[in-house]
Each structure stands twice: as C-alpha cells, then as structure tokens.
C-alpha cells in the first residue's frame, strides 16, 4: 500500500480520462510510464494486522475485529483474560509487536479502507469503526495514511 499523493492521483485521473479515447494510446502509455514511475518512488505504508498466537488473546482481537465500534479498554481486556493490566499490555506486546492501542487503530484503518473502498461515505464509516465524529477519524487517517478519507480512492 502506498501513500496517493496529488501527482499520483492527477496521473490516475489523466489515464481514466485517456482510457476513454482509444486515440490517444502513445499518451497513455507515456502516462503509465510516468505513473509506474512515481509509484517505484512511494515508500510503502506497513498495513499489517498481527494476530497473537496467544489463544485467548487471538480470540479477543477477533471480538475487536468483528465490533470495532466498542472501545474496548486495556483494563477490560485484561479482566476478560484474567490477566492484570500489566501482564495483558506487555503480553500483547510481545506477541504483535504494538500496543492494544496501536492494533485496534491499525484494525479500524483496514477496514476502513474496506468500507471506503466500497463507496461508503467518511460518516459511515467514522461511526461503524468507533470514531465519535467525522474529523477525529479523518485526523487519524491523515495520522496512519497520510491524506484525508476523501481523497485516498
């Protein structure tokens, strides 16, 4: 996955346009140089989910997945696994690499890019991943991804 920037998104736009003229065929192909170019130039953004090979806290991620609108805290998770606050942060740690936090974030944002992949609006889907408004699930968008949710498709 990479990060759309404004170039690469106007040499989207120009090669749909061109698509729909068979005439301009050298222009396209000179279009999609330019395009495989620029995206060669692209860091990729790390959109990886790891799930733990603990068993109940693979279960628990799999009830965060399927009900991203609960914020679910640490303190509850823990409860939920009879772990203490401590044992639970740095199990979960140990076995994804990343904070409870940082997961469940990295959870919302792939499906969201799921959700607005499918045409639902920024409102839809700021609500069905947990977000309380519009604004502060775009703010972690840009955070995550780098451009806002209406500009990323």
């Given amino acids: 996955m990479v990060t759309i920037t404004p170039l690469l998104r106007e040499l989207i736009l120009k090669l749909a346009e061109l698509a729909e003229k068979p005439q301009s065929r050298e222009q396209a192909d000179a279009v999609v140089r330019l395009l495989l170019m620029e995206l060669s130039f692209q860091p990729a953004q790390p959109l990886n989910l790891p799930i733990p090979k603990h068993s109940g806290l693979a279960q628990m991620c799999e009830q965060v997945r399927t009900n991203l609108a609960e914020n679910l805290s640490i303190?509850?998770?823990?409860?939920?696994?009879?772990?203490?606050?401590?044992?639970?942060?740095?199990?979960?740690?140990?076995e994804t690499g990343?904070?409870?936090?940082?997961?469940?974030?990295?959870?919302?944002?792939?499906?969201?890019?799921?959700m607005l992949a499918e045409g639902r609006s920024v409102l839809d889907v700021a609500l069905e991943c947990g977000y309380n408004s519009p604004s502060a699930f775009s703010a972690v968008f840009r955070r995550s991804l780098g451009c806002p949710p209406s500009t990323y498709f």
């Fill in 98 to 114: 990343m904070s409870f936090g940082q997961w469940r974030q990295q959870a919302r944002m792939l499906d969201a890019l799921t």
């Fill in 75 to 94: 303190e509850d998770a823990a409860t939920r696994l009879h772990m203490s606050r401590a044992t639970f942060m740095r199990t979960f740690r140990r």
